[in-house]
């Protein structure tokens, strides 16, 4: 079992910056592959960004150039560091980490993410 803690969400105004962190439990985080996924109420639960276990990243078309998501193995932590944010960024933010014996996954609790003026 592996256990996931998201943190970092808030309330910050258009065009502002958040980091979330997303942090797990295990000894060999660095083979594990991290997600960060978002859901708005009535709407299915959208990837956002993922980072392999060797660093590569992706990330979904709306949020190019404005999130990065990164890995600090020493820490256990994967970042999402999301700037220019838009009200449409609103939702709360999951992290899912996937262990090479478990690709499903173990799912942290999520963090609120609002962005309002």
């Known amino acids: 079992q592996v256990q996931v803690v998201e943190s970092g969400g808030g309330l910050v105004q258009p065009g502002g910056s958040l980091r979330l962190s997303c942090a797990a439990s295990?000894?060999?985080?660095?083979?594990?592959?991290v997600a960060w996924y978002r859901q708005t109420p009535g709407k299915q639960r959208e990837l956002v960004a993922h980072?392999?276990?060797?660093?590569?990243?992706n990330y979904v078309d709306s949020v190019k150039g404005r999130f990065t998501i990164s890995r600090d193995n020493a820490k256990n932590t994967v970042y999402l560091q999301m700037s220019s944010l838009k009200p449409g960024d609103t939702a709360v933010y999951y992290c899912?980490?996937?262990?090479?014996?478990?690709?499903?996954?173990?799912w942290g609790r999520g963090t609120q993410v609002t962005v309002s003026s």
């Open positions: 899912n980490v996937s262990p090479p014996w478990n690709r499903i996954g173990y």
């Open positions: 295990g000894s060999v985080f660095s083979t594990y592959v």
């Open positions: 980072i392999t276990d060797d660093g590569s990243a």
